[in-house]
Every structure is written in C-alpha cells, then in structure tokens.
C-alpha cells in the first residue's frame, strides 16, 4: 500500500503568513493527489485536486504543486478562516496523517 | 443540487455490526463511485473503501477486508457500508464521500454526507 507522509504535523503561523505544507508518497503517484481542509466538528473540504488544480469556489491564496511522491499545500497568506487542519490523499484512497495549523 | 445524507447516529456493543446507509440525490447515481471514509475522534482521515453503484463492485482497504461490506440498492440511490465484529476502536464518524464523474479519473471528494457516529461500547 502506498504510505503518505505528511509535515509539519503541526504548524504556528500568524495571519499574513505564508505557509507551506508538504506530502510526501511511498511510490510516485504522478499527480493523483488531492489537499482537504476541515475545521472541528466540520466534513473535509476539497481545496485542490490533481495536485494542482484548484478547486470552484477555493480562495486563490491556495496553491498546490509537485508530482511523483513530492507535494507541496501553499497557503500565500494566512487568512483567520484559514486555521484549520490539511490532508493530503492520494489516488482517491490514502490520506496523510494532517497537519494541524495554530495560531501562532 | 448533490446531496448525501446519511443515517443517524449508531450506538453498538462489542461484537455487533452497524449498517450505515447513505442517500445520494440531485445527481446521476450510477455515474459516480461512491466512497467510505471515517474518522475516530481527535484522529485523522481513514479511507475504507469504493463502491461502483453501477455494477456493486467493490474495492476494500486491506485493514477492513472481512469486516466490512459496502452494497447498493439503485432504486433508492442509497450505499450502505456495514461494519461487523465491532470493537471500541471503530469508534468513529463515519463519512460517504463522492467525487469526480468515472469518465473524468480526478482525484477529490467535492461531496460528503454529514457523517454518521458510530459508537462502540459495552
């Protein structure tokens, strides 16, 4: 099974911040990778799919890159919506662990 | 508009089984794979599992293989995801979750259900 890594697991940032949350996978994926945002109590929000494409509806300060096993979630300037924790999932099937983003 | 909206919260013993059910609307049933996700609590995401609601296939994660079973019924457009020999550690919210048409291969659940807690105690 192919393994997904995230890190930070956790990440203190204050507003206005950029942020960058990186995935990595056991084997390449290509770009079979998707990033979801979710708040306590809330389902996942799909924020990008195929690495890079953003999803309808998705502030443009969100940004996804990479392909292989080497992703990246970039935050270009830290919003106070914005604090909340980030899975990575690949191929519609393993997610990472998350990253959870504080307040700093 | 897409709608899934699962049944209600579930509080099981030991050793029983729960059955989850998941009711998809404004949108052509057969056309997506449907997917089960869950999540103990203070933990992360946990994939479970695909059905095809066309056909009933189904593709299991190895962790769940002999324990779940994930059916369909087309005239209701309801999936259903049963979980048996249930232990406290399938505690949990359990999520369907839709994503991209099958035609289009694109990573990404756009639509979940509600969530339906799952609590296993004796």
């Known amino acids: 099974d192919i393994q997904m890594t995230q890190s930070p697991s956790t990440l203190s940032a204050s507003v206005g911040d950029r942020v960058t949350i990186t995935c990595r996978a056991s084997?390449?994926?290509?770009?079979?990778l998707a990033w979801y945002q979710q708040k306590p109590g809330k389902v996942p929000k799909l924020l990008i799919y195929?690495?890079?494409s953003l999803e309808s509806g998705v502030p443009s300060r969100f940004s996804g890159s990479g392909s292989g096993t080497e992703f990246t979630l970039t935050i270009s300037s830290l919003q106070p919506d914005d604090f909340a924790t980030y899975y990575c999932?690949?191929?519609?099937?393993?997610f990472g662990q998350g990253t959870k983003v504080e307040i700093k | 508009q897409v709608q899934l909206v699962q049944s209600g919260a579930e509080v099981k013993k030991p050793g029983a089984s729960v059955k989850v059910s998941c009711k998809a609307s404004?949108?052509?049933?057969?056309?997506?794979?449907m997917h089960w996700v869950r999540q103990a609590p203070g933990q992360g995401l946990e994939w479970m599992g695909i059905?095809?609601?066309?056909?009933?296939?189904?593709t299991y994660a190895q962790k769940f293989q002999g324990r779940v079973t994930m059916t369909r019924d087309t005239s209701t457009s309801t999936v259903y995801m049963e979980l048996s020999s249930l232990r406290s550690e399938d505690t949990a919210v359990y999520y369907c979750?839709?994503?991209?048409?099958?035609?289009?291969?694109?990573?990404?659940?756009?639509?979940w259900g509600q969530g339906t807690l799952v609590t296993v105690s004796s």
């Open positions: 979750a839709r994503g991209a048409p099958k035609w289009e291969l694109l990573p990404g659940f756009n639509y």
């Open positions: 404004g949108y052509t049933f057969t056309s997506y794979y």
């Open positions: 059905i095809n609601p066309s056909d009933g296939s189904t």
């Open positions: 084997q390449s994926i290509s770009s079979w």
């Open positions: 195929k690495a890079s």
């Open positions: 999932q690949q191929y519609n099937r393993t």
